[in-house]
């Protein structure tokens, strides 16, 4: 985590508002923990840095554009997050999911600070036990991050993949397969059969997919399948292989 967290401190004085704010919050977070003579762990990172995202946005201050200070906060959660054990994690399950959930429509247009949210959440699913995963909070989650595997923005598709791939690749012990991969089969299935009334088929045929809307949907349903099919339930899988030979 030392070798991350380096890389931001020399950025208090950049002229670039998204380096600074991160640098400026990471070094008032570190003050604090001087003065308190608090020892810099991932844990006290965490704590730290959701009790200043609780402060945002008590304050409403939910502003997104570069500089700001709830993008700024997000970013640097998304790079403790994965330090923290899953323990601690799991114990602070109802407050990050407070504090985050509902950001999801609001970041929805600010591509930076929502793949910071997605890297949180990739890390979140991962820690959690069975029981956790199945709360509504989390399913609802899952859900948003699985939408934006469809997103025209190929960091954001690319991230939201990446997320789904690791969630069915690590199913809680001792299942040998993930309680979401139903969901992201019916889901997956449901994107095949309006891709093939819409642009599948034409796949080989369309010449600028930029124009194509339909197609570029059809790749995107396509390109996860490929990163998912094998933790799908095998009916599952062999039903989308049937709608993708018929097409």
């Known amino acids: 985590m030392e070798e991350v967290l380096a890389k931001i ?14 640098a400026t919050i990471l070094r008032a977070l570190e003050e604090t923990f001087r003065e308190q003579d608090t020892e810099n762990t991932p844990t006290a990172y965490y704590a730290t840095l959701l009790t200043t995202l609780e402060g945002i946005l008590q304050k409403n201050d939910t502003s997104l554009g570069d500089g700001d200070v709830l993008p700024a906060d997000l970013y640097l959660l ?4 994965p330090f923290v054990s899953q323990n601690v994690v799991r114990s602070n399950i109802s407050t990050i999911l407070k504090l985050t959930a509902p950001l999801f429509p609001k970041l929805l247009p600010h ?24 709360t509504k909070g989390i399913r609802q989650a899952f859900a948003s991050v699985l939408q934006l595997c469809l997103d025209q923005r190929p960091k954001v598709r690319k991230k939201a993949c990446g997320v789904v791939k690791d969630v069915l690749a690590s199913p ?3 299942m040998a397969r993930h309680p979401y991969a139903d969901q992201v089969a019916e889901w997956i299935k449901s994107a095949l059969v309006t891709a093939t009334a819409g642009g599948l088929h034409r796949l080989k045929s369309s010449r600028n997919l ?5 197609a570029e949907r059809s790749i995107h349903v396509l390109a996860l ?7 799908l339930p095998p009916p599952v899988s062999a039903a989308i292989l049937t709608i993708l030979t018929c097409c």
């Not at 998304?78 to 997050?81: D, N, Q, R, S, Y």
């Not at 929502?114 to 959690?128: H, K």
Request: glycine residues 2%; proline residues 16%.
């Open 9 to 22: 401190r020399p950025h208090t004085s950049s002229s670039l508002p998204h380096q600074r704010a991160p």
């Open 111 to 134: 591509a930076p600070p929502l793949r910071s949210q997605l890297t949180i959440y990739g890390t979140l699913f991962l820690s959690l036990d069975r029981s956790q995963l199945e």
């Open 78 to 81: 998304a790079l403790v997050i």
């Open 172 to 174: 809680p012990p001792p």
């Open 225 to 231: 399948v490929r990163l998912v099919l094998r933790n």
């Open 210 to 214: 930029a124009e194509d809307p339909s």
